[in-house]
């Protein structure tokens, strides 16, 4: 593309991907491009890649709905700049990202694109999913149980991953009661022993106490990630509460003591409490 053909999409609010994917060629242009932009490769975008999945969710959650369209925006961009990277090299460009997903998502809805019928429950649905992606596995010469499950994930999810991929084979307690059992033997074992423990010890046992947390949420249907983002989110909100009445002093938390903070933070949770009832 000439670079007037290319000024004139850069500069079309209307050019949509093709506007997208020429800006992006143009940042990594080694000779006109960004020095940032061009100085990147796949391993040092991936944690932007992952930050911005993590607002795109953070925007959903508190139903920032105007900041979501940003958001998407960003993440897309990094789609836009591996594949450009990838394109560099010879791999594949954004077409083939784009047949890629088309072609996956057409091939795991045969009810929806092909001949099989849509009667059928949401269960079901993910139960043929599950036979599609093993195939599609199978085709990756990915044999193993927990092949695929990716290693770059949040720990948590990771976590539940592996152990859905574990239970479709029957390694799983029956019940949530095993689970708690379990819990429980872990943190006895962390807590009781920790005085003999090396750190080394304790980290792994750490680990093994919040696998099986993990565990639980699953057995009681509960995202732990999205349970836990709840749980950050509250008490954020409630230690500004607390940061919010000592300001009222003009004081700050490095001011206050524990018994009274944990007032404060009671207070919160009570005015929290009462706002949901009314």
Same mark, same amino acid.
């Given at each position: 593309?000439?670079?007037?053909?290319?000024?004139?999409?850069?500069?079309?609010?209307?050019?949509?991907?093709?506007?997208?994917?020429?800006?992006?060629?143009?940042?990594?242009?080694?000779?006109?491009?960004?020095?940032?932009?061009?100085?990147?490769?796949?391993?040092?975008?991936?944690?932007?890649?992952?930050?911005?999945?993590?607002?795109?969710?953070?925007?959903?959650?508190?139903?920032?709905?105007?900041?979501?369209?940003?958001?998407?925006?960003?993440?897309?961009?990094?789609?836009?700049?591996?594949?450009?990277?990838?394109?560099?090299?010879?791999?594949?460009?954004?077409?083939?990202?784009?047949?890629?997903?088309?072609?996956?998502?057409?091939?795991?809805?045969?009810?929806?694109?092909?001949?099989?019928?849509? /009667?059928?429950?949401? =269960?079901?649905?993910?139960?043929? +999913?599950?036979?599609? %992606? *093993? $195939? &599609?596995? !199978?085709? @990756? #010469?990915?044999?193993?149980?927990?092949?695929?499950?990716?290693?770059?994930?949040?720990?948590?999810?990771?976590?539940?991953?592996?152990?859905?991929?574990?239970?479709?084979?029957?390694?799983?307690?029956?019940?949530?009661?095993?689970?708690?059992?379990?819990?429980?033997?872990?943190?006895?074992?962390?807590?009781?022993?920790?005085?003999?423990?090396?750190?080394?010890?304790?980290?792994?046992?750490?680990?093994?106490?919040?696998?099986?947390?993990?565990?639980?949420?699953?057995?009681?249907?509960?995202?732990?990630?999205?349970?836990?983002?709840?749980?950050?989110?509250?008490?954020?909100?409630?230690?500004?509460?607390?940061?919010?009445?000592?300001?009222?002093?003009?004081?700050?938390?490095? /001011?206050?003591?524990? =018994?009274?903070?944990?007032?404060? +933070?009671?207070?919160? %949770? *009570? $005015? &929290?409490? !009462?706002? @949901? #009832?009314?």
């Amino acid at each position: 593309m000439c670079r007037s053909a290319s000024d004139a999409l850069v500069n079309d609010p209307n050019g949509g991907m093709a506007r997208l994917v020429e800006i992006m060629r143009r940042l990594r242009d080694p000779e006109t491009g960004c020095p940032w932009d061009i100085e990147q490769d796949f391993a040092t975008i991936a944690p932007y890649t992952i930050e911005e999945a993590y607002e795109v969710a953070d925007a959903i959650e508190r139903e920032a709905w105007e900041e979501l369209k940003g958001e998407l925006g960003d993440l897309l961009f990094q789609s836009v700049f591996h594949a450009r990277m990838a394109e560099e090299r010879g791999l594949f460009g954004f077409e083939d990202v784009a047949r890629a997903i088309s072609d996956k998502m057409v091939s795991r809805h045969p009810h929806v694109f092909g001949d099989e019928s849509r /009667d059928k429950s949401a =269960a079901q649905q993910t139960v043929d +999913w599950e036979k599609v %992606k *093993a $195939a &599609e596995r !199978a085709a @990756k #010469a990915e044999h193993g149980v927990l092949d695929g499950v990716a290693v770059g994930l949040p720990a948590l999810l990771r976590a539940l991953k592996l152990q859905n991929r574990a239970a479709r084979v029957g390694f799983d307690w029956p019940s949530t009661t095993e689970v708690l059992d379990k819990i429980v033997e872990e943190a006895r074992e962390l807590v009781e022993a920790r005085e003999e423990m090396t750190e080394a010890e304790q980290f792994e046992e750490m680990g093994d106490l919040l696998f099986v947390m993990a565990n639980l949420a699953r057995h009681l249907k509960i995202d732990p990630e999205a349970a836990l983002r709840a749980a950050n989110s509250k008490f954020t909100r409630r230690f500004r509460a607390i940061e919010a009445a000592l300001a009222e002093d003009g004081r700050r938390p490095q /001011d206050s003591d524990l =018994a009274e903070m944990d007032a404060l +933070w009671n207070r919160a %949770k *009570a $005015a &929290e409490k !009462a706002e @949901k #009832a009314g």
